[in-house]
Structure formats: C-alpha cells, structure tokens
C-alpha cells in the first residue's frame, strides 16, 4: 500500500488570517481517513485545496506522488468529490444527473450509458431513473448526488459531509456503500461532525482545530491520547476535550 | 466541446416556462398591441400624396427644363404646380402643400409643410436627383434623363406598421436571450454544481460553450417560433425567409454570447439581467425597437453605432423590398458580436477560475 495523498506545509490565508496553518497530512491507499473538527476548523477549506477548487497559499497537494495542481488533466479522473452542498439540477432526471457529471471525465457513448446504470444501481436508485430529482427525497437527493461522483471510478473519494439531514435509513444506507466502495479499493476520506460515523468506518482519524490538526490516529490512538482506559470514552469526549466545549459559530 | 453538458442545458433551458412565454407568446403580444396603436401613424405615410408649388425667378438653368421636370415628378407621384406670386409659407398652407421650390439663377430653395417635413425632404430628394440626372447627361454619362429615377425609401414600397413592429420586437426580445438561460446559470451557482466543473477541470472554454451554444439554441428557437406565429396570426411579412432567418439566428446568437460575457465578468445574474437589459434598451431605441428608424431624428452615427438598428433595418427592408443594404452589416455586427464577447467570456472565465471557487 502505498501513499495516495499527501498534503505538504499545506496553508491557506485570508488577508491576515489564516485558515488552514501548515497542515501535514499522509492518507495511504485504502484507508477511510476520518477528518473532524469543529465549524471554522479549516476542514472544508483544507478539502477544497485537495480537490483545487482553492489555491493554497503555501505547500502542496501531493496525489499519487505527484504535484496535484501541475498535473491536473493526468490526475483529475482519478479522484471523485462528493460535496456538501446538493449539488445536481432539480429539473434533470437521476439519469440525466449522472450523465452530465459523469461526461466531464471523457466518458461517452455505449460506456456511458452502462456507468450511468451501474452508479444509479450503487446508490439504489436505478428504478427511479427516470424521475425528476426534484420530486426526490432529501435522502434521495444525497444518493444522487453521490451517484453523479462516482460514475468515472475515482481511486480517492472524498466526501464532504455527505449524511447531513437525511433520515438513519439513508444514512446507514450511504455508510454502507462507503464501507464497500472501500473494500472494492477505493481510498476515502470523510468529513463528518458525527463522531458516531466516523468511529464506525475510519481507520484513522486526523482533528483539525483553528487550522490545524491537533491530533492523528485511529479511533483509539485518539482515546488513549486522554485516557488509558478507552472503554470509559466516547470520540466525541475525545474531541470536546482535544477541542474544548467553546461555541465556535456565536 | 462536452456535447453532454449542452444538451443538458439545453433539456433544462426548455422546461421551464418562463422561457416559452418570453420568447413565444410575450413578443406576439406586445406585436398585436404596438401595430394596432401605430397603425394610424404608419397609415399618413402610406398614402401621402405630394403636391408641391414652385416659381421660377431669374433666368437660370431650371427655366428651360421646367417642363421636363413637370413631367419627371409626375412619373414619380408629384404634383408640381406654379405659383407665380406670394409668400412660400403662406402657400403652403393655403392650398395644402407638402411643399415649395423657388428656383433662383443657380441655386434653389425647399420649403417644407412644417407638419409633414419628410414630405419635404422628398421633394428636396426630387430636385437634387433630377439636377444630377441633367448634369451626368450633359457630361455625356449614358443617363436616360427623361426616365429619372428617383431612389428613396419613401418610393420603395412602404412597411406598414404590423410588418414593421412584427419584426422590430421579435428581434427586441431576441436580445433579451440572457434570460433563457438565468434560472439555470443562477442554479449553477447556488448549488455549487461549477464546483463539479472545476473538480473535473473543465477548461473555461468548454464551460462557455456549455453556456453559449445552448442558450443560442434555445432563444433561436424561442425568437423564431414567435416568428412563424406573427406570419400565421398576423400575417407578419419576413421578405426573403432564408436570409431572415440567418439574420434572426445570429441576432440572438450575438446576445447569448453578450449576455454569457457579462455574466462571466460580474459573476451576478441580477447585475447581468440589469446591465443586459440596459444596454439592449439603449440599442433598441436608436435602433427603431420603440419608433420606427424611418421617422427617428436621433443622430445617425449613433443609430449606425446600435447593431439593433442594422438588424432591424435589414429585416424590414428585407420585408418591403425584397433586399437591403444593411445585410452585410448587420452580419458583420453579429458576426464581431459573437467572436469578441466569446473572447472576453473565455478570459473572464479563466480569470475568475484562477482564483478558484
């Protein structure tokens, strides 16, 4: 197994503030790497660095052992971004959804229709193809919104919040098919503010706080850094304690 | 060129119905409504007749070719009669002319019906061509003299007001192509669908024609079925059908592509409907959209500097006459149109990509 992603000094400044300090982050192929942090932690900053929708201010984004920004067209296809934000048109159909994101990578024709199927399929919404994505529940919605990421097969997947208000059907639904996508060898990383998630399907855990990460390990490397006893302690604990139990969205 | 996304946008463009009633049914309406208010306007026009008065003082030129030019005018539906005496004015108004020439030893004097200037303005047309006429005779151009003709747009066969304002607003809210494509471009935005562009690189030139093509598609579609439906509801005349509507087509492809530039500068669909909105306004009114470009007084470089006014010039003239000279034109400004703002959307584009998301 060898490193997929390798973020360098990675840093990003607004003016005078910085959001992202100097973070140093190693992710081997086949991990489901966990990133936490609370609202204003840098982590979706740090995300979008990775995936070059922001330029870093200093550092680099190191992506199959080369420099992800100088290498874009060799190193795009590989990777698949999942967004917070519902982002697929009310007005297509899933199908159409799929279609036109799916397209962006250079797919077409015959090979295209069948990785349309074979995402929808995926995300189980294959009978609901033709249905308007407007007409979708939220669960649905976020389904298909991961069905549009991943029709280009990406070695990385990096899913930004991708639970975020839908019902525990749909959520245990998309833990499920990350877990597989994983095990069929894709590399994810996840970013959640539910710690429960997290322990449940990453192997290592990095907690980002005022920029910068404050702690990498698995879910028990991560307890055994407050307590000796990790049965006593829930990652959440672990996170308010590393993180401290101020508001930081006042 | 990602097919896919244009035919997606395409698809979203067509189901929303703010398009169909702007570009079908909205432009039909405001034709029933502005020919049937102008048509009385358009109708003094029709069916003018000139009758003018003159006088001959001195012993110039004009007094041996009077009679000549008598018969001219008549064979180009003017009435000259002679006045010996009073004043010009004061003749006019009393015998309800459109207009008096006094003749002088080498120059001539055009007194228009204050009321009815452009038939002056005829008249004055008149006279200079047939001296034109005598002088290229007398230098010996093989010109027919006695078969003067008298080329003015008042001669041609006039556009009425249905004709005229059929073709004028059609093209006015062809300009308006922006708006096919607002609800989508906004959506784009809203949801962070471009952060998926950008993920897969898509390059900038690609992301506009994404953009361009299908809003041309549609607002071409859009314009020209409010055009068939002016021909089977009103009887709009389009003159030469294959020409217009080449002309149509890169009328509104030139505004999706002047519409896409500025939304790709201010990155803001309200200010881009805003700036579109205004600038297509101030080409409409020099360029006849709200008053016919034949009665306008606005100053001609600034019609000339509208590409509306070469637009609907050609068509109407396509429609009346047959031909135009503002053809060409009118292709060179939707021609230059669609490549400069492509250009300038491509580099704004680029620049806002640089910066990222």
Not at chain 1, 17 to 39: A, H, M, R, S
Not at chain 1, 207 to 227: F, H, P, Q, R
Request: charged content about 25%.
């Amino acid at each position: 197994m060898g490193t997929i992603l390798k973020l360098n000094d990675l840093t990003k400044k607004y003016g005078n503030k910085v959001v992202v300090d100097n973070v140093n982050i190693e992710i081997q192929e086949g991990e489901v790497f966990g990133l936490l942090g609370p609202n204003g932690a840098g982590k979706s900053t740090t995300m979008n660095m990775v995936c070059d929708l922001v330029k870093p201010t200093l550092g680099n984004v190191e992506f199959f052992g080369k420099d992800f920004q100088k290498n874009r067209k060799e190193l795009v296809d590989k990777l698949g971004y999942i967004p917070q934000d519902l982002a697929i048109h009310g007005n297509l159909k899933a199908w159409e959804n799929v279609e036109l994101f799916t397209s962006l990578y250079g797919i077409k024709g015959a090979e295209l229709k069948k990785r349309i199927d074979e995402s929808l399929e995926y995300v189980g919404l294959l009978d609901r193809r033709n249905d308007f994505a407007k007409t979708f529940s939220g669960g649905m919605k976020r389904r298909l919104n991961i069905a549009c990421a991943i029709g280009h097969h990406p070695k990385l997947l990096i899913f930004d919040e991708p639970t975020v208000g839908i019902d525990p059907q749909s959520r245990n639904f998309i833990l499920e098919k990350i877990k597989e996508s994983n095990k069929n060898g894709a590399t994810v990383i996840y970013t959640s503010h539910y710690m429960e998630e997290v322990e449940a399907i990453c192997t290592r855990i990095a907690i980002m706080d005022n920029g910068k990460v404050i702690a990498t390990g698995t879910s028990e490397e991560l307890k055994k850094m407050v307590v000796e006893d990790t049965s006593t302690i829930t990652l959440e604990e672990v996170f308010l304690t590393l993180t401290g139990k101020k508001l930081r969205d006042y | 060129m990602n097919r896919y996304i244009i035919k997606n946008n395409i698809k979203l463009m067509c189901r929303s119905w703010v398009n169909i009633l702007l570009f079908v049914i909205m432009p039909v309406i405001l034709v029933v409504c502005l020919s049937s208010a102008f048509d009385s306007l358009m109708k003094k026009y029709d069916d003018a007749e000139i009758t003018a008065g003159y006088r001959v003082e001195g012993d110039g030129v004009t007094d041996e070719m009077i009679e000549a030019m008598c018969e001219v005018a008549e064979e180009n539906d003017i009435t000259l009669e002679e006045y010996t005496t009073g004043d010009p004015e004061e003749l006019i108004k009393k015998n309800e002319l459109s207009g008096f020439i006094i003749f002088e030893e080498d120059t001539y004097t055009v007194y228009e019906d204050k009321e009815a200037a452009e038939l002056g303005k005829v008249i004055e047309y008149f006279v200079n061509a047939f001296y034109e006429n005598v002088t290229a005779s007398a230098m010996g151009v093989d010109t027919d003299s006695a078969k003067l003709a008298v080329e003015h747009p008042d001669f041609k066969p006039a556009i009425d007001s249905k004709d005229y304002y059929g073709i004028v607003e059609i093209i006015y809210f062809g300009w308006c192509a922006i708006v096919a494509g607002a609800g989508i471009f906004m959506n784009e935005k809203k949801y962070k669908i471009r952060k998926r562009y950008q993920v897969a690189n898509l390059s900038s030139f690609n992301e506009y024609l994404g953009k361009f093509i299908p809003l041309a598609i549609v607002a071409s579609v859009g314009t020209v079925v409010a055009a068939i439906l002016t021909v089977v509801l009103l009887g709009v005349h389009w003159g030469n059908i294959p020409l217009s509507l080449l002309i149509v087509v890169l009328s509104v492809a030139a505004a999706s592509a002047f519409g896409v530039m500025i939304y790709n500068i201010t990155d803001n669909m309200i200010a881009t409907i805003i700036i579109c909105f205004t600038v297509v306004w101030i080409m409409g009114f020099f360029g006849g959209a709200f008053e016919t470009y034949l009665f306008s007084s606005h100053p001609m470089i600034l019609k000339n500097l509208s590409p509306i006014y070469h637009i609907n010039r050609a068509l109407t003239e396509l429609s009346c006459m047959g031909s135009s000279d503002f053809v060409n034109s009118s292709f060179l400004y939707t021609g230059g149109i669609i490549v400069v703002c492509s250009l300038l959307a491509v580099i704004a584009g680029k620049i806002r990509k640089g910066g990222r998301a």
